[in-house]
């Protein structure tokens, strides 16, 4: 009776935060229907919702080669960054004994590390690599600012794998190179699949690198493109409004199609401590 | 053709060495059982073989191959781990053909192998599971299907049947013998029960603490204890041990007795021996006869009546027990006192290192 | 005679055989090859930079002429510059709502429904709670913005309910522009606190709680005693999640306020980037940006002490 109430009540709470989560995309969504230019109120369902305002938007944020850009970025950086932190982190769950522990220690330490606090010199590597304002000031330094939690990650998943299947690959005439790929990656690829759906997003919703790195939107990320966005049109509410839910639509609709696979990824994500 | 040849074989960890020096040599088609404690090094030796451990010193040769720096792929064995080690990604075919697919087998040929061997082990209808789906004795036959597969020159059993059910690892010890016999293959096999030990081997090496304490065929062990660690570990229950007095000493006799135990004679080459040394006699429970005229008195406290045999407990009067497994029904209760004697010819000495005599 | 030859020489024999080049060599190698490219893109893109911060944070250098070294000037001017001071406090002030108010109601929520969430209800509260974790910062940033405008959501609101006196344009309002920028990191961060405190509070034993009521517990000692401390590595994680997300906050605060009024919502991480590519001040963005580092780790670190798992 008593458990019953108070069950009732947590639905209750959990209903209003759902809603609260709700409101600004909903109010988001009531502007981008008013007439292009004017000043709607907050939630207020149009009398006559302007639809065109979503198709003027796609063409003045350039959607396609929006979608594009984020995408060859994505390609750039995740695939990459998997391989290589899968590597080593079975290298240094497998491979290595305790005397290398330090080198885990040194990945581990950039965890906590804010990207701001190494914009300002990736600024000035990437302008002495040659690439500023390419998609690569982007890709690069992505693909090293993962690397500590890609590497914690992978590690933690090849520690749980048992020693014994190393050996029986081993006895079966594996090399670590053979174990590795018919063995160990099969196995880590929920793993794998979790970090690849975090770098998906991290990356997509990447907004310091492309706003320091690279100048023209249509060479950045989807919320670097965003900013941009916001910056140009930002006094046209229902026009920005349109805008800005169009740039979200990828990620949302991709999290809804794999709702379940993200929401394990980001909690699991976010237990890296 | 491959028999093994182990010299002087160590290993350490930084200071601490945990095999001190074994020599051992294994003749072809022998089926040889490591036996010991916990901790005694028996599988630590066999992963060395398996080339999964370097060795700090010694030699191994495999066949007439020395092996120490060779990978243990190239080495010619196969093994079967404690917790099996299945790839569980792979379903049962894959798993048994993954070595022969590795060694880039003729495709044709491995299916035939792989179908063989499943015929072998009686799992054909296995071949499309994946190991998470099987029971605990499925995947044992898959492990062990893993290993004939590669029709190796020496099979390793790491404690294979401790994950398994009582029932199920007699069926699977008989098996283990009959692919034995099949096979023909050299077989060492690490356990940490002397019944598997007992029932497999050809050959037992017994090892505690890093050193080899005896080798020898199950019987020669039960029979005949090179000490006292080797006399407590092999028999069931556990042999009793009493500490004894030499009174005196004649050709091929000599005449003990103890605080528990009363002047008895008993057969021996009692060359080295002087009378008023310190002895240890070893009894197997077995050994006893219920005797008015016995040796040992006590006070009975346990009685436990498995119809073949009757095993009593039995207080002496320093307060140590004596376990004896009477043949038949006793109608001996808790509380009575027992009066033991023993067949002269089943005591075991020991001197006072613990070595036979 | 024998014997002691045959044991004489026998450590000898050993003695040169010890360096052994199966296991030792080649296995490092190995594991160097499969290691090495992480850790170069890592020294590359992380360690190297990390460097050039440090070494930058002692000059002075506009980015372009030629730099000065400067000592500890730029962090000196850290410590003491009025205006820096307000910004490190800002991201603080951050904190508190960055991080108290999700785990609050997480720990609220949490211990009211005390069991999984399945079915259909569950699922959607999954996957609307998760939607803020999902978008970019920089969305959640226009969205409120959008929200706190003056005929925004929040305003229609107050007006509604006829608190029209406090209707404001609220982030250039100097007293709420943080609180409000706040509340945005605490509805972007809320989500992903409270499913992972559900998920925390279904792995406590029941019987625990119903052991906790049978030795005569009330609702609270419950709480006290056997959610919190059953909770104590969730809560860990929320608090070190968020903490990070408040003192490196930089999209919201970009989008939003861009740092304004004033420098009322300016957060170390804005500073930085204004500081080097605005003012040219390299070697003072360096130091601060050296500076906000060692704080992220000074803050979250006897977070994890406290709530490490004991073994």
């Not at chain 1, 004017?38 to 009398?47: D, E, H, K, R, V």
């Not at chain 2, 003990?256 to 006699?281: D, F, H, V």
Request: net charge neutral; with cysteine.
């Amino acid at each position: 009776m008593n458990a019953k109430l108070q069950s009732l009540l947590a639905r209750a709470l959990i209903v209003i935060l759902m809603g609260v989560t709700l409101l600004p995309f909903l109010s988001m969504f009531s502007a981008a229907l008013a007439p292009s230019g004017t000043y709607p109120y907050g939630l207020q369902w149009p009398s006559d919702p302007q639809w065109i305002n979503f198709v003027k938007a796609f063409e003045v944020a350039n959607m396609g080669q929006l979608l594009l850009s984020s995408t060859l970025i994505v390609v750039g950086v995740v695939p990459v960054s998997v391989l290589v932190s899968t590597m080593a982190g079975y290298g240094l769950a497998k491979l290595t004994s305790d005397k290398y522990k330090w080198l885990y220690l040194i990945f581990v330490a950039g965890l906590t590390l804010p990207f701001e606090a190494v914009i300002t010199p990736l600024y000035y590597e990437v302008r002495a690599l040659g690439l500023l304002n390419t998609r690569f000031a982007i890709i690069l330094p992505l693909i090293g600012l993962y690397m500590p939690f890609s590497v914690y990650w992978m590690r933690a998943h090849f520690l749980n794998v048992p020693k014994d299947l190393t050996e029986a690959a081993q006895l079966d005439g594996a090399t670590r190179w053979g174990e590795f790929w018919r063995v160990q990656v099969p196995l880590a690829r929920p793993a794998i699949m979790s970090l690849s759906i975090l770098l998906f997003l991290w990356t997509w919703n990447q907004f310091l690198l492309p706003v320091v790195l690279v100048r023209d939107p249509m060479q950045r990320t989807m919320a670097g493109a965003l900013g941009a966005f916001q910056g140009q049109w930002g006094t046209d509410v229902p026009l920005l409004c349109a805008g800005s839910l169009m740039i979200l639509a990828p990620t949302i609709i991709l999290f809804l199609l794999f709702q379940r696979q993200f929401v394990a990824a980001l909690m699991q994500g976010a237990v890296k401590g | 053709m491959a028999g093994l040849e182990l010299k002087d074989i160590r290993k350490s960890y930084g200071n601490v060495e945990v095999i001190k020096g074994v020599d051992l040599s294994i003749a072809h088609g022998e089926f040889v059982v490591f036996v010991g404690p916990s901790g005694c090094g028996k599988s630590t030796l066999l992963r060395m073989i398996a080339g999964l451990e370097d060795i700090t010193g010694g030699d191994i040769h495999i066949g007439d191959r020395l092996v120490n720096d060779v990978e243990p792929r190239d080495r010619g064995v196969a093994m079967v781990f404690q917790s099996y080690a299945l790839y569980p990604h792979m379903t049962v075919y894959d798993n048994v053909g993954f070595a022969l697919k590795l060694a880039k087998t003729d495709k044709q040929v491995r299916d035939k192998k792989i179908r063989e061997v499943a015929q072998v082990l009686q799992m054909e209808e296995l071949l499309d599971r994946k190991p998470a789906q099987l029971s605990g004795g499925q995947r044992q036959r898959v492990a062990i299907g893993r290993a004939i597969v590669r029709e190796p020159e020496v099979f390793l059993f790491d404690e294979p049947l401790s994950n398994l059910d009582a029932a199920l690892r007699v069926d699977m010890r008989m098996e283990l013998s009959r692919l034995h016999a099949d096979l023909g293959a050299t077989m060492i096999y690490v356990t940490h029960d002397q019944v598997e030990a007992m029932t497999l081997a050809d050959k037992i090496v017994v090892l505690d603490n890093g050193i080899v304490q005896q080798i020898g065929s199950p019987l020669e062990l039960y029979n005949r204890p090179a000490n006292l660690f080797v006399a407590g570990f092999i028999g069931s229950p556990k042999m009793n041990i009493l500490p004894v007095d030499v009174l005196e000493t004649a050709e091929n006799t000599i005449t003990i007795a103890g605080t528990t135990i009363e002047k008895t004679t008993l057969p021996c080459a009692s060359a080295s021996i002087q009378a008023g040394s310190g002895l240890t006699l070893g009894l197997r429970p077995q050994a006893f006869v219920a005797d008015p005229e016995g040796v040992l008195k006590g006070k009975v406290e346990l009685v436990e009546r498995l119809g073949h045999e009757t095993i009593i407990r039995i207080r002496l009067k320093d307060e140590t027990t004596v376990t004896a497994a009477l043949v038949g029904q006793s109608d001996l209760e808790p509380g009575d006192m027992a009066s033991l004697g023993f067949k002269p010819e089943e005591a075991h000495l020991f001197n006072a290192s613990g070595e036979r005599i | 005679m024998q014997v002691t030859t045959h044991t004489g020489s026998n450590p000898d024999k050993r003695a040169t055989r010890l360096p052994r080049s199966r296991g030792s060599r080649k296995t490092r190698l190995v594991a160097w090859a499969f290691i090495a490219p992480a850790a170069i893109a890592y020294a590359g893109f992380v360690l190297v930079p990390l460097l050039m911060s440090v070494y930058y944070s002692f000059l002075r250098w506009d980015g372009i002429g030629k730099a000065r070294f400067n000592g500890l000037a730029n962090y000196i001017t850290v410590v003491t510059d009025p205006d820096l001071l307000q910004i490190i406090g800002n991201s603080f002030l951050l904190v508190l709502y960055f991080t108290v108010i999700p785990v609050g109601l997480g720990l609220a929520v949490a211990s009211a429904i005390r069991s999984h969430m399945g079915g259909p209800f569950g699922t959607a509260t999954r996957t609307i709670l998760f939607l803020p974790q999902v978008i970019p910062l920089v969305a959640a940033g226009i969205a409120w913005s959008w929200m706190y405008a003056s005929s925004g959501l929040v305003n229609q609101f107050l007006r509604t309910i006829g608190l029209d006196s406090w209707a404001r344009g609220w982030l250039g309002d100097f007293t709420f522009a943080l609180p409000a920028v706040g509340m945005i990191g605490a509805w972007v961060l809320l989500g992903l606190c409270i499913m992972l405190l559900v998920t925390g509070i279904t792995k406590i034993d029941p019987s625990l709680y119903e052991a906790a009521r049978l030795d005569g517990a009330n609702a609270w000692d419950e709480f006290r005693y056997v959610t919190l401390p059953g909770l104590r590595q969730e809560i860990g994680v929320c608090v070190t999640v968020t903490i990070i997300q408040a003192l490196a906050a930089f999209d919201i605060v970009y989008i939003a306020t861009g740092g304004g009024p004033g420098i009322n919502t300016t957060v170390p991480g804005l500073e930085i980037y204004r500081l080097a590519f605005a003012h040219r001040q390299v070697g003072l963005a360096s130091a601060l940006a050296i500076v906000l580092m060692i704080l992220v780790l000074i803050s979250i670190a006897p977070v994890q002490w406290l709530t490490r798992e004991k073994k």
